[in-house]
């Protein structure tokens, strides 16, 4: 008997941007938040990667400064995906997203 694996590989989508952060009173004594300063734009590119089934996730470059070189992202905010930067449009997602799931 012969196994035969079929591997799917998960799409991901990366909103690269800068957060802000906000400090709060908590029981805990002071708390920093995050807070996303366009929540539009991070809903819009949510949601095309969720009609794709990609994962979806937020690269804040205050914490992660390297990924504006490392994929060579020349304004924010941009999406990755499969390591390739593009402006981050819900249009632009389905568009790359469509043509990768072909």
Not at 56 to 62: E, K, R
């Amino acid at each position: 008997m012969t196994n035969t694996w079929i591997v799917t590989r998960e799409l991901e989508v990366i909103l690269v941007k800068k957060l802000e952060y906000k400090r709060v009173d908590c029981t805990c004594g002071i708390a920093v938040m995050s807070t996303d300063p366009t929540p539009d734009i991070s809903k819009a590119i949510k949601n095309a990667a969720r009609e794709f089934g990609a994962r979806f996730s937020i690269l804040d470059t205050t914490v992660h400064p390297d990924a504006v070189l490392r994929y060579h992202i020349k304004e924010l905010p941009a999406v990755v995906i499969e390591e390739k930067s593009y402006p981050a449009d819900g249009d632009v997602v389905r568009k790359v997203l469509g043509e990768l799931s072909r």
